[in-house]
């Protein structure tokens, strides 16, 4: 009788990714995110897990959910899996890449001279995306920059219109720079007026003078003496408030066109 020869031993090999993890959940400030274990070879037994921000390990993130911080903002998100089983620890896996949106900041500052809170009148385009980098665009000639739990502030830049419309050597100092700012935020005020409040309310103490009607809307100009203030009022009611710049506000026809520019 021919003997049967024993099976050779198999030697048990640590894991090897055949998937890579993957990260799910809405990416924000406060928001629960999770990394699944991806797929293996090997039959792990267990599995670790390491959170890293661009890159670099963040401590005490070792579980397979994480809760986005506010020092995550603007930053990639990667979670890295180690797989086990009795022969070891495999190579680590890095799952896909999530980017935590930079939540829009609290208000702050006032609207004074030619600021209006962290912006300016004169900024160019860049500078101002680079202070509130939290924006939307519209058209070519608003940047609407988002603040938290309430309106945000809307600038605008010179049109191609308004521009042919001045002498040339008035065209370089503002080209792609803030000619005009605006908000809804009743956080800011313009000596007093606020947007929310009723127009006579406070009509007398700035001195207005008669409205620019565009649209539905009427625009008071206030005089200033870095900048002009600018109210928008509709049915009574100051909507926004804000400044624009004094070199292109500094009579009626001048004020007109500088709005009407705008669309």
């Avoid at 990639?76 to 089983?85: D, F, K, M, Y």
């Avoid at 900041?105 to 500078?127: C, E, I, N, S, V």
């Avoid at 219109?161 to 956080?187: G, H, Q, W, Y």
């Amino acid at each position: 009788m021919v003997a049967t020869p024993a099976p050779t031993p198999v030697t048990p090999v640590a894991p090897v990714s055949t998937a890579a993890p993957q990260i799910s959940g809405a990416a924000g400030i406060g928001r629960s995110l999770s990394c699944s274990a991806g797929s293996w070879s090997g039959k792990p037994t267990s599995y670790g897990y390491q959170w890293k921000r661009n890159g670099s390990t963040i401590p005490g993130a070792t579980k397979p959910t994480y809760t986005a911080l506010a020092a995550d903002q603007g930053k990639i998100l990667t979670c890295t899996v180690t797989a086990s089983n009795v022969a070891g620890a495999s190579a680590p896996a890095t799952s896909n890449e999530i980017v935590i949106p930079r939540r829009c900041p609290q208000p702050t500052g006032l609207l004074d001279g030619k600021r209006l809170g962290p912006l300016a009148l004169g900024l160019t385009r860049a500078r101002a995306r680079d202070r509130l980098p939290h924006f939307a665009v519209r058209g070519d000639r608003f940047d609407n920059f988002c603040l938290f739990a309430g309106p945000g502030i809307r600038v605008g830049y010179p049109s191609a219109k308004l521009l042919r419309s001045l002498p040339p050597s008035e065209r370089t100092p503002i080209t792609d720079r803030i000619v005009l700012a605006l908000t809804a935020n009743p956080f800011y005020a313009l000596q007093g007026a606020r947007p929310g409040m009723r127009l006579a309310a406070v009509a007398a103490r700035l001195k207005l003078a008669k409205a620019l009607r565009i649209g539905l809307n009427d625009w008071y100009m206030v005089p200033g003496y870095t900048s002009d203030g600018v109210l928008k009022v509709r049915d009574g009611t100051i909507q926004e408030i804000g400044l624009a710049s004094k070199r292109l506000t500094t009579a009626r026809d001048a004020q007109l066109r500088f709005m009407l520019s705008f669309g």
